[in-house]
């Protein structure tokens, strides 16, 4: 693989031949490091996320589903890496690391100190694991293109599964695995796990809406419409440029408006940014006040709100119709138990109305009180606006990431509003949030970026490192 590699990884940077020093030890003296290996445990976050939840283990009771073992199988690497090194937290990490433990505190109030401590400590586990690992193996932009090389062949891999089960006209994928690991439950200890077995040949707009190795359509969709802004934005080039990019085009075999929206939305800001820079008085002061301009007035204008405006864009208006209950019922329910949520348990709405609870925001507040929901989402928020005010002190190279990221982040945390994260996607989006502080919050010293990179000769970084050449030549 890293032979092949080796025609596409590039970055200019007349620093970076000079090897980084940690973000948490700014003192260490400066040493070559194995850049490739530093970014491995994002890499295989990534990749347990692509896998079937069919792909299981049993031990203690405890399920273990492939992003919850490879959080397990990083723990004493993390473990060693966090006394070892000096780790500088910045007040992000505190916030999200106090978000999970609140998830903790909820369940214990709810369920009791024997059950809660287990079921919330396993909850708490699959997101600040998979937060501190992808926090402490991508440090900069740098980290961040190569393991957008790394996980290429993988995205590939999961759109062109789905493009063959559209083909055939049924799943392929889960069922191969439910063969040879057995079927999964729809809910496991309260959470979405499977998926039902009418959803594996359910069409929407003449095609079967394709899961690939994911739990449901619409994840899939989303999982690969996210890349979208990164790679288009990462100065990368040939086949892990392509096949990125191609992937994340796959996720409209979905057949679902979330990822489509996702997809139109990442594109548009995107060209909005190309465009401001070309055109002196459009810029972001202009755009963002003219957006709010135009949501009131088809909020005043429409017969039912914008809500239901939106509503009636989406491939299943039946649906978006459901999504504005659970939000009426849902936020009533957050209103009677704010602190600590109600857990696992039903929240009060008509008996007619499903059960599931299509946003992750909502459903974090529901399930464990307003905590974790506003903490993890002011990390997401912040992590956008210092990526947008850098952005305009980098070079135009580390200036595209920046908008990039922030751009991804941005549209899949606010379709998070329309559905619920669980097993493959969540561990995905929590390394991206991390992904982002970490860029974050790096020193300016990566945004001069002009040269090469010249990493240490005969050294496996030396073979990927022709993949970045920026596509700027």
Request: charge should be positive; proline fraction near 6%.
């Amino acid at each position: 693989m890293l032979p092949v590699m080796s025609s596409a990884l590039t970055i200019r940077s007349p620093r970076s031949a000079q090897p980084s020093s940690d973000d948490w030890s700014p003192r260490a003296p400066a040493r070559q490091e194995n850049y490739l290996v530093r970014i491995l445990p994002a890499a295989l976050l990534i990749y347990a996320a692509l896998l079937p939840f069919e792909i299981r283990v049993t031990i203690a009771e405890q399920t273990l589903y492939p992003p919850r073992i490879a959080a397990f199988l990083l723990l004493p690497w993390l473990v060693f890496r966090l006394l070892r090194t000096r780790f500088r937290l910045v007040v992000w990490d505190i916030l999200f690391m106090m978000s999970a433990f609140w998830m903790l505190v909820a369940f214990v109030i709810n369920y009791g100190p024997a059950t809660g401590f287990v079921r919330g400590g396993v909850l708490a586990f699959d997101i600040a694991v998979p937060y501190l690992a992808a926090r402490m193996a991508v440090h900069d932009s740098n980290d961040f293109r190569r393991l957008l090389i790394v996980v290429a062949p993988g995205l590939m891999i999961a759109g062109s599964s789905m493009l063959a089960e559209v083909f055939a006209g049924r799943s392929l994928v889960r069922p191969f695995f439910t063969q040879i690991f057995g079927p999964l439950p729809l809910y496991q200890g309260g959470d979405a796990i499977g998926l039902a077995s009418s959803a594996s040949f359910e069409r929407r707009l003449g095609i079967l809406r394709a899961s690939g190795p994911f739990s449901h359509p619409i994840l899939a969709g989303l999982f690969l419409a996210s890349f979208l802004p990164l790679y288009l934005s990462s100065s990368i080039r040939s086949w892990p440029f392509v096949g990125g990019v191609a992937a994340s085009i796959l996720s409209i075999f979905s057949a679902s408006s979330a990822p489509i929206l996702l997809l139109l939305m990442n594109a548009g800001l995107l060209l909005v940014d190309w465009g401001q820079r070309l055109v002196a008085f459009i810029n972001w002061k202009l755009i963002v006040p003219s957006l709010c301009v135009l949501a009131l007035l088809l909020h005043l204008g429409s017969q039912n709100g914008l809500l239901s405006v939106l509503i009636r864009l989406t491939l299943n208006p039946q649906t978006g119709y459901f999504r504005q209950l659970i939000w009426q019922y849902g936020t009533q329910s957050v209103a009677k138990h704010p602190l600590f949520g109600i857990g696992y348990e039903g929240f009060d709405r008509p008996t007619w109305m499903p059960e599931s609870v299509d946003n992750h925001w909502l459903l974090l507040a529901m399930r464990y009180g307003l905590v974790p929901a506003l903490g993890i989402g002011l990390v997401v928020i912040a992590a956008v606006i210092i990526l947008c005010l850098k952005a305009g002190q980098c070079s135009e190279l580390e200036r595209k990431l920046h908008v990039g990221l922030a751009a991804g982040l941005f549209s899949f945390a606010l379709l998070g509003f329309s559905v619920a994260f669980f097993g493959g996607i969540q561990t995905w989006f929590y390394v991206l949030v991390a992904i982002s502080v970490s860029i974050a919050s790096n020193p300016a010293k990566q945004e001069s970026v002009t040269g090469r990179l010249t990493p240490r000769a005969g050294s496996p970084e030396n073979q990927i490192a022709a993949t970045f050449n920026s596509r700027a030549d």
